[in-house]
């Protein structure tokens, strides 16, 4: 191995360096990059901007106000209509008891609850333990120069700063925006009907002939409060095979559908329901209220009852002692039923106490050449 000396390094540094030494055309080519005027930058102007800041302003003004004005071009002021009228709250998810009270220029609303009134010291942190809405928004006091507007199923009610929206679901029921349900006894906005004036709400006495037979029935799947069709208590029913076309209200003796059978072998064979839906129509329940082709059932077999009460008479005149799930009760009467369309040769069928027998919420529109016969009555 050479070892180099002082001088000896040096020198071959020297020619090492020799080699980096850049030519006279690489320096001014490095002059002119590092030394080239730098480009002007153009003032920014707002002036340049407003024109379009301007008409983004107008374009979104324009479209608020056609989608404000959308929104209200459907809805319809119903104010009038609600002088007088009582909100009464009936769900019991919160601890409230609501109650508004529309006048003619105001309203009040009212919480009738008194159970932290009654007792102060209460844990109320476990009272609110069973509640789903814990802290209603509603504050009660009298609220003057209100307007209800409706759209659809919803009426915005509106007065000062106060704004509350509810959705009817049943002729007599609403829901608060809060989850709150409310019922009054006051038919609103009320829509077209569907009335029967000529099927008696009780059975009387009927005549034979060599078109009928008798029967022993002893359900109270049609109660409507004096047992109208148990045998027991008011004597046989009578059948009447002649007849050429079912109409509305009529109770009719069945073949009960195989499919009821099959989930419970004690349903008897044949059964008894009143004829609500003809051929051709549309049934539905909304809020416990039937509903034909959209009109109201107007009848007192067209709504949910319980032993012939619907559910104001029931809670009235039933003591609390008598149920344990009130909630489950008012559901009952406040059930709903996506629409059936009844085909041709079949009809709709309900029993009067929908809680206690099948019908066509069970098993849909029933063939007619499953009906032996209608019942006039019950025999002498």
Excluded: C
Excluded at 80 to 86: I, K, L, R, T
């Amino acid at each position: 191995m050479r070892h180099l000396s002082d001088e000896d390094i040096v020198q071959e540094l020297e020619k090492l360096g020799q080699e980096f030494i850049p030519t006279p055309m690489q320096r001014e080519k490095a002059r002119q990059q590092l030394f080239q005027p730098t480009r002007q930058r153009k003032a920014f102007r707002m002036n340049s901007l407003l024109p379009s800041i301007v008409s983004l302003i107008v374009l979104l003004s324009v479209g608020i106000g056609f989608y404000v004005s959308i929104g209200e071009s459907g809805a319809t002021n119903v104010t009038a209509s609600w002088e007088g009228v009582w909100l009464d709250q009936t769900s019991i998810t919160s601890p409230t008891r609501y109650v508004f009270k529309f006048e003619k220029d105001s309203f009040t609303i009212e919480d009738r609850f008194t159970s932290f009134v009654y007792n102060p010291e209460m844990d109320k942190e476990k009272a609110l333990r069973g509640y789903k809405i814990k802290e209603p928004s509603l504050v009660p006091g009298e609220y003057s120069n209100y307007t209800v507007k409706r759209k659809g199923d919803l009426y915005t009610i509106t007065a000062d700063e106060f704004t509350y929206t509810l959705k009817q679901f049943g002729p007599r029921r609403f829901a608060g925006e809060d989850g709150i349900e409310y019922s009054t006894q006051t038919y609103l906005d009320q829509i077209e009907v569907i009335t029967d004036d000529v099927t008696p709400e009780r059975l009387e006495i009927a005549q034979q002939n060599d078109h009928t037979f008798l029967i022993e029935w002893g359900s109270d799947s049609m109660d409507r409060g004096n047992h109208d069709f148990n045998t027991l208590e008011h004597g046989k029913l009578v059948v009447s095979t002649d007849f050429d076309e079912l109409q509305r209200g009529q109770p009719v003796y069945y073949h009960t559908p195989s499919s009821v059978i099959a989930k419970n072998a004690a349903v008897p064979e044949m059964y008894i329901g009143r004829v609500v839906g003809l051929p051709g129509e549309t049934v539905e329940i909304k809020g416990g209220q039937v509903y034909i082709d959209g009109k109201m059932l107007d009848t007192f077999y067209g709504k949910a009852t319980r032993r012939g009460a619907g559910e104001e008479e029931y809670f009235n005149t039933v003591p609390s002692s008598a149920y344990r799930d009130e909630q489950g009760i008012r559901d009952y009467f406040n059930m709903d039923m996506a629409a059936v369309t009844v085909e041709e040769n079949t009809v709709f069928i309900l029993v009067d106490q929908w809680w206690r027998g099948y019908d066509s919420r069970e098993y849909g529109p029933l063939p007619i050449g499953e009906i032996e016969g209608i019942i006039t009555g019950t025999a002498e």
